[in-house]
Nanobody
Framework: QVQLVESGGNLVQPGGSLTLSCHASGLVFSLHHMGWYRQAQGKQRELVAR???????NYAESVKGRFTISRDNAENTVYLRMNSLKPEDTAVYYC????????????WGQGTQVTVSS
C-alpha cells in the first residue's frame, strides 16, 4: 500500500521561504514520477511542480523561478523548496506519485497547510 506523508507546512510572512518534504513508502520510488499540487480554499487542485522518474522537471507558470522541486531516491523523498512566497501561494499542498506505467494509478498524501500572511 502506497503511503505519502507530507511535512513542512507552516505560517510564513510574504517574501519568506519554506521547504516541504514528502516521504513515500510502499512503492518503488525510482519508478514513479513525483509531483506537488495545491488547493486553495474554494479553488480546484492545481499542479505546482513535477519531477519525472529520470529527473526532468516542470513548473506552473505562477511559481517558476521561485519554487524548486527535487528528489532523493535513496531516501524515497521529494522536496519542494519555496522562496519569495506570496499570499496567493496559501493553500493545502499535496504530494502525488504516478507510476511510469500508468496515468490512472495516482497516489496522494494527506496534505500540508501553507499559509503566507503578515
Amino acid at each position: 500500500q502506497v503511503q505519502l506523508v507530507e511535512s513542512g507546512g507552516n505560517l510564513v510572512q510574504p517574501g519568506g521561504s519554506l521547504t516541504l518534504s514528502c516521504h513515500a513508502s510502499g512503492l518503488v520510488f525510482s519508478l514513479h514520477h513525483m509531483g506537488w499540487y495545491r488547493q486553495a480554499q474554494g479553488k480546484q487542485r492545481e499542479l505546482v511542480a513535477r519531477i519525472a522518474a529520470m529527473g526532468s522537471t516542470n513548473y506552473a507558470e505562477s511559481v517558476k523561478g521561485r519554487f524548486t522541486i527535487s528528489r532523493d531516491n535513496a531516501e524515497n523523498t521529494v522536496y519542494l523548496r519555496m522562496n519569495s512566497l506570496k499570499p496567493e501561494d496559501t493553500a493545502v499542498y499535496y504530494c502525488n506519485a504516478r507510476p511510469l506505467w500508468s496515468d490512472d494509478d495516482d497516489s496522494w498524501g494527506q496534505g500540508t497547510q501553507v499559509t503566507v500572511s503578515s
